[in-house]
Every structure is written in C-alpha cells, then in structure tokens.
C-alpha cells in the first residue's frame, strides 16, 4: 500500500509545488512591480500624473514590493503558508 502511495501519490504532490510555486512568482514579481514604480515615477515627472495621484501609487506599489519579497523570502526557505 505504501508503495502504491509513494508511486501515485508524490508526483502528484510535486507538480502541485511546482505549479503553487511558479504561480507565487509570476504573481509576486519583484521585477514588474519595480517597473511599475519607475513608470510611475516617469509619469509624475513629465506631468501625465498629479503628485497626489503619484504619492498614492508610489505607496500602494512599495507595500506591494515589501510583500513579494516576503513571499520569495518564504519560497527561498520552503516555508510557504496559504492562508484563507
């Protein structure tokens, strides 16, 4: 039974990782999010975006760069948590 289980059950079980991890990274990718901010940055500069429009979105994408790199933090040490 064991066997069986080892033969069925953990493929399975590692394209599912893969699959969970690949998803995180396209998700939390550090490098778009940081092109975003120097869009964002570029925009205000030539005048296309007000300051205030600027100052909001400069914050959202910071917070969100602070919670990719948490999640390739966790990724790195193979202590990923999915919460509901």
């Known amino acids: 039974m064991f066997v069986l289980d080892d033969l069925l059950f953990r493929p399975i079980v590692g394209i599912v990782d893969t699959l969970h991890t690949m998803a995180l990274d396209e998700l939390y990718d550090i490098e778009a999010l940081e092109d975003d901010l120097k869009e964002n940055q570029l925009l205000y500069e030539i005048g296309d975006r007000s300051e ?33």
Request: aromatic share 4%.
């Open 52 to 84: 205030e429009e600027y100052r909001r979105r400069k914050e959202e994408l910071e917070e969100e760069i602070e919670i990719a790199r948490e999640i390739h933090e966790q990724l790195a040490s193979g202590r990923v948590e999915v919460k509901k």
